[in-house]
């Protein structure tokens, strides 16, 4: 059975980079109807945070990848860590290292002034005199003294690593916690990992961690290192570029299914495919279709994937979630014109309400350039022409009743669109731009229509 993970430390909150690592591990997972975790990897006492966890799962949620079992965490795993410490002691793989840290400076002084690379020396690799009393020691893994470790990577293709650059590293510090690569490798051994898909900052974890499995006999898993996400520019993304929370995403309006659409097309693709739903996505996704390459983070190209996904959401669902941006179409009789009125344009839920915000309230101020534009020759006879055609008529409901006043007008007054529109449009959203006049008319209805026309006429007939 295919196994992933995905296992961030709780340092901070989640990225969209960790996010995409989590989907791929989530899809190749669900494609081969796998096991998907998560584990939350909180050794490191010092630097975690549970509001950090929280934050993780809140965004897990969030986006909608179920993981399997209950989260792991390996803070509660101690007790295990030990137990394979042990047994790597018992068995001679492992052993106790007494070097003081005054020591070690000293070592790595001489060896830099030697112009040496800077490494243990193994002094106590086959060591059977008697320790130094007041020395709490660490415990270092035996690696081999010659020869390489080769392993196949999914997207990086062959790795090798000679003896010389692999040192007996430390896998339990002097108060006996384990440390990072000797933890990873015994979870993913334990939790029956069969892929590992992560982020090519840890490519050369892997031979540490690919140590232990030898040592302890486990069974290797198979690695994918993904390159990052860069910016366009091509240099490592930023917090001003987007590499942001991924919750933040939501407060700017972003669906889920367009940020993990986004999210599957850096540093993956299938031909010229740009929109995957999720079923697709599982179906579709192959980590060996990874890119070697960079992927190159592309603000529109989200935005263009959001307005997508917003013009093809329902309008009932996209009430609900216009309610976080503070605009309650629930029980509204207009519901349906007005999103139909403004779905098609905006490219986020908050854009989404700022042009409800501007059909349902009234113009606080007119646009400068605007006015500039339709305030000028008969512009205000057209509108009191206009407003009276709208008094004398009768049952005026649908945006094509509207539409159909309007065109009576300006047929009897033998005027162009404009001379009408622009001055219509301004006393009724206060700039040129938004949805259609007609629609707008039939959201507000006839009253509130000529209260917005007198509005602008008393503001501007005096020049
Ligand atoms: N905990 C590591 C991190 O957050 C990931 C470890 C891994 O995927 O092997 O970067």
């Not at 010092?46 to 966890?53: I, K």
């Not at 029980?331 to 854009?351: F, P, S, Y």
Request: with cysteine.
């Amino acid at each position: 059975m295919v196994v992933t993970r995905f296992a961030p430390s709780p340092t901070g909150y989640l990225h969209i980079g960790g996010l995409r690592t989590a989907l791929f591990n989530y899809l190749w997972a669900r494609k081969n109807s796998g096991k998907f975790i998560l584990r939350i990897e909180d050794t490191d006492l010092s630097r975690n945070s549970e509001e950090a966890t929280k934050a993780i799962l809140k965004a897990f949620d969030w986006v909608g990848l179920e993981y399997d079992g209950d989260v792991a965490y390996q803070s509660k795993r101690f007790d295990i860590y030990k137990r394979y410490i042990q047994k790597l002691l018992d068995e001679g793989k492992a052993y106790y290292c007494y070097m003081t840290k005054e020591e070690l400076d000293a070592l790595r002084e001489e060896q830099m002034a030697k112009k040496e690379r800077p490494r243990y020396d193994r002094r106590y690799r086959d060591f059977t005199g008697t320790p130094p009393k007041d020395v709490k020691p660490v415990v270092r893994i035996k690696a081999p003294l010659e020869g390489e470790m080769v392993f196949e990577d999914g997207v990086k293709g062959t790795i090798a690593i000679t003896a010389e650059e692999l040192d007996d590293f430390i896998i339990a510090r002097s108060d006996g916690t384990p440390t990072y690569n000797f933890v990873v490798a015994v979870d993913d051994a334990l939790m029956g990992v069969t892929e590992v898909i992560r982020g090519d900052d840890h490519l050369y974890n892997t031979p540490k961690q690919i140590l232990v499995y030898e040592a302890l006999g486990f069974d290797i898993p198979k690695f994918y290192h993904v390159p990052m996400i860069c910016n366009e520019q091509g240099k490592k993304l930023s917090k001003r570029d987007g590499a942001l929370d991924v919750m933040a995403y939501k407060e700017m309006g972003f669906l889920p299914e367009a940020l993990l659409n986004f999210l599957v097309r850096l540093g993956w693709s299938y031909g010229d495919q740009e929109i995957f739903s999720k079923e697709e996505m599982i179906e579709l996704f192959d980590p060996k279709d990874i890119n070697k390459s960079a992927s190159s983070y592309n603000l529109d190209k989200l935005l263009w994937l959001n307005s997508h996904y917003i013009k093809n959401s329902s309008n009932e669902r996209l009430s609900k979630l216009l309610e976080d941006f503070g605009i309650y179409l629930l029980g509204h009789d207009k519901r349906e014109i007005i999103l139909d009125a403004v779905k098609e344009r905006a490219k986020t839920i908050k854009e989404l309400a700022e042009q409800i915000k501007m059909i349902l309230e009234d113009p606080r101020e007119y646009d400068e350039k605007g006015v500039k534009k339709a305030i000028k020759g008969e512009w205000k006879d057209i509108l009191k022409g206009f407003e009276k055609e709208l008094q004398d008529a009768q049952e005026l409901h649908l945006p094509s009743d509207y539409h159909k006043i309007m065109e009576k007008y300006l047929n009897e007054k033998n005027i162009g669109f404009g001379k009408l529109g622009q001055p219509l449009r301004l006393a009724l959203v206060g700039k040129l731009t938004g949805p259609g006049l007609d629609e707008i008319m039939s959201i507000i209805g006839k009253e509130e229509t000529v209260k917005r026309i007198e509005m602008l006429i008393k503001k501007f007939e005096n020049g």
